[in-house]
Structure formats: structure tokens, C-alpha cells
């Protein structure tokens, strides 16, 4: 299927792995051309060599921690005028106890996963209005919708986001500009795969094992964590032409873990 965004330009932030580069690569396969971003050079150049030489499009990277001022200019000063901004980042560490959760931690969330974001879609913004198209994606989380104590740094600050994305979003419907958020659950990032690693080495079992613990305890229906191609291909969908009269969503990708009909 040709989704009619052939020879756009993508700014696609946090994209070296996981749900980012999978967004980026999705967009790639559409024949997107993009500008990637993420904190490490050598993942992300990587990444960035791969999707050029498979897809044929046009890539270029920007190393730059988004969630600073600095940041954000060195990457809007290589893509000021996205056809398409998809914004997502390295989740926040997971916390079973709120009690414990520091200042700092709560600063560092709120930077990385509220005001990120939202400085990019007030920067891209009205060009997209101007040329009346722009597709604006963030992949957020399912801790946004559903609250869980283990995910309160990840969820409480885009919940913030999805709440500013729905406001904007109303405002330029008319423009042909759509801003819609992604909600996913569980997937096999490469922060997870770190986290249940590591966590395997402590209990003496395996990556697969600590897997199959936490879909179990956290009752995943699908008991297996998702592939992020599944949040790569929404997120093309999203924004491709077949879905200009979708926007102020939020999309739960989750493995039916929670339990809603709307």
C-alpha cells in the first residue's frame, strides 16, 4: 500500500532503537527522507547507514540530548520545517515505591517526556499550518490512560502531553495538520531488554524467563511483550494521507493488558 508521503521529510526524535527507530524505519520503507536524533553517535549512525542504504532515502543524524534547550536547537537547526515530527525517548526508570522518587527524577521526567515534545510542536507547528499539512505523532505509553505506580515518572508526565497534544490538535484540524499520540504497553526496547537482563543476572534465570514473570504478574492477555514494528507501522499509518481525519487520538497498543471499550 502507497501511503502518499513519498518524498516528505521526517524529524523523528529518539530514533537510534527500539519504538523510535522503528517509527523511523516504517517511515523510511514509505520513502520518507529523515533526520534522526538521539543522545549516542554510534547507535544512531548506525541506524541512520542502515535505512539509507535499504530504503534509499535521504538520512541525517543529529547526536543531541532533546530533553535540553541546547538540544532542541541543534536538532530544529538541521530540520526546522518537518512535513513530520514523531517524538518519543528512553523511558524513565521504572518505580515501585513513589515514596522514593526524587526531585531531580521528576525534573528529568518532565523535561524528557512533557516539555521535549511540546517545544517541538510549537517550533514545527506553523509551518505545517502554513502549508497546510503536517502529521505530529508522539509515542507516549499506556501509564498515560492507566496509572500504575511502577510507571508514575512515565505516566504522569505525558498524560500532561496527551492532554496538550488533543487541545492543539482541535485548533488545526481545519489546516489538514494532525496530532495524535500513541499509548504503548510493554515492548522488547532495548531499555528493556537492559532492564529484564539485568534483572535475569540477579535472579539467576533468563531474559525470557523474567519475561514471561511480568506478563504473568501484570496479567498481558497476548503473555508476551510486543514487537515495536507493530508502534513503527501505527505510527506510518498515522501519518500517512489515509489518516488526515484522524487526529486527537490516543491509540493503546498493549496486548489487550488493559481493560476499556473506549
Request: proline residues 5%; contains cysteine; charged residues 20%.
Amino acid at each position: 500500500m502507497d501511503m502518499g508521503i513519498r518524498g516528505r521529510r521526517a524529524l523523528v526524535n529518539g530514533a537510534s532503537a527500539g519504538m523510535g527507530r522503528a517509527a523511523a524505519e516504517m517511515l523510511a520503507a514509505e520513502g520518507v527522507d529523515l533526520v534522526l536524533s538521539a543522545r549516542g553517535t554510534v547507535r544512531l549512525e548506525a541506524a541512520a547507514r542502515e535505512m539509507q542504504d535499504r530504503y534509499g532515502v535521504q538520512v541525517q543524524t543529529v547526536a543531541a540530548d532533546h530533553s535540553t534547550i541546547e538540544g532542541r536547537e541543534r536538532i530544529l537547526a538541521a530540520c526546522p520545517d518537518p512535513d513530520i515530527l514523531v517524538a518519543t525517548c528512553s523511558p524513565p526508570p521504572m518505580t515501585p515505591d513513589h515514596r522514593a522518587i526524587t526531585p531531580a527524577q521528576w525534573q528529568a521526567s518532565l523535561d524528557t517526556g512533557l516539555m521535549s515534545p511540546v517545544q517541538f510542536i510549537e517550533a514545527v507547528l506553523p509551518g505545517m499550518v502554513r502549508r497546510r499539512w503536517g502529521r505530529i505523532v508522539n509515542i507516549a505509553t499506556i501509564a498515560a490512560k492507566y496509572p500504575l505506580e511502577l510507571r508514575i515518572l512515565s505516566g504522569a508526565p505525558r498524560a500532561a502531553l496527551v492532554n496538550y497534544t488533543v487541545a492543539v490538535a482541535r485548533r488545526v484540524a481545519a489546516d489538514n495538520v494532525t496530532l495524535n499520540n500513541v499509548l504503548p504497553g510493554m515492548f522488547h526496547t532495548a531499555a528493556v531488554h537492559d532492564q529484564f537482563t539485568e534483572t535475569a543476572r540477579r535472579n539467576g534465570t533468563s531474559y525470557d524467563i523474567e519475561v514471561a514473570k511480568f506478563a504473568e504478574a501484570y496479567q498481558i492477555p497476548a503473555g508476551r511483550f510486543g514487537d515495536p514494528r507493530d508502534v513503527g507501522a501505527m505510527v506510518a499509518w498515522l501519518c500517512s494521507e489515509f489518516a488526515s481525519y484522524t487526529t486527537g487520538q490516543s491509540i493503546i497498543i498493549d496486548g489487550a493488558t488493559t481493560r476499556s471499550t473506549f
